[in-house]
């Protein structure tokens, strides 16, 4: 467990996990696609690719016709969980994702997982990062009425870790991390290793943008989450 209890401590580091931490946004990407192709609906993988971030439900209803026969919405949702388990044993962290939780948690930082990931999913990252002992909590999509771009996933992790929105930052692959935190007054460090362009991630207003976790450890003490460190 980390040393220091989330209570104890003043400010925090949110962190998205799949496609931010773990090397999981493609492997969505494939399970949403196969998914949607035993339902009958031939939806484009880089369509899809572009809403991978959102929860599942608000996905479907994103990508599929309006007029469609919603009924099937569940089976698609449930054929996406199946499909994606079948990768668990693929998953892997990224390239100093495991360190920058460690820098954060040692250096002081209440740390949470602010994921829409289901429950049993979110198990499976977090035994592929084995990162437990630097995280202090980890919130699912079980903890929130809605998914992102809304903000509740992110309100239920600071609850989690009694640190408030005006001292985290979030850090996340997808313009749906970056909207998400920007309707609590978060600033948000975006990661391009999920697939979305640096330019993408600054229009949509994400403060600073890295290549990955370990392009933000090197440069940690210059980021925002460096500034919260100093504070």
């Given at each position: 467990m980390p040393r220091h209890h989330a209570g104890d401590l003043r400010k925090g580091v949110l962190f998205d996990v799949d496609g931010t931490l773990?090397?999981?946004?493609?492997?969505?990407?494939l399970a949403w696609w196969q998914a949607f192709r035993?339902?009958?609906f031939d939806v484009p993988m880089a369509r899809i690719?572009?809403?991978?971030?959102?929860?599942?439900?608000?996905?479907?209803?994103?990508?599929?016709?309006?007029g469609r026969d919603k009924s099937l919405d569940t089976e698609i949702l449930a054929a996406h969980a199946g499909i994606f388990g079948t990768f668990w044993p693929a998953l892997r962290p990224l390239d100093g994702a495991r360190d920058l939780l460690?820098?954060?948690?040692?250096?002081?930082?209440?740390v949470a997982l602010a994921s829409s990931a289901r429950d049993a999913d979110l198990q499976?990252?977090?035994?592929?990062?084995?990162?437990?002992?630097?995280?202090?909590?980890?919130?699912?999509?079980n903890d929130a009425e809605r998914s992102k771009p809304e903000p509740d996933i992110l309100i239920a992790a600071l609850a989690a870790i009694g640190v408030e929105a005006s001292d985290a930052v979030y850090v996340g692959d997808a313009v749906w991390d970056v909207y998400a935190a920007a309707r609590l007054g978060i600033p948000t460090i975006g990661v391009t290793c999920?697939?979305?362009?640096?330019?993408?991630?600054?229009?949509?207003?994400?403060?600073?943008?890295?290549?990955?976790?370990?392009?933000?450890?090197?440069?940690?003490?210059?980021?925002a989450i460096g500034k919260l460190l100093a504070g």
């Open positions: 773990i090397d999981s946004a493609y492997l969505h990407t035993q339902a009958g690719h572009r809403h991978v971030g959102m929860g599942g439900a608000r996905l479907v209803d994103s990508l599929l016709p309006e460690a820098q954060c948690s040692e250096g002081g930082l209440a499976a990252l977090r035994a592929s990062l084995a990162a437990d002992s630097f995280i202090h909590a980890a919130t699912s999509a999920g697939g979305t362009s640096e330019a993408e991630l600054r229009e949509a207003g994400a403060v600073e943008v890295y290549s990955g976790p370990r392009e933000l450890l090197d440069r940690l003490r210059d980021s």
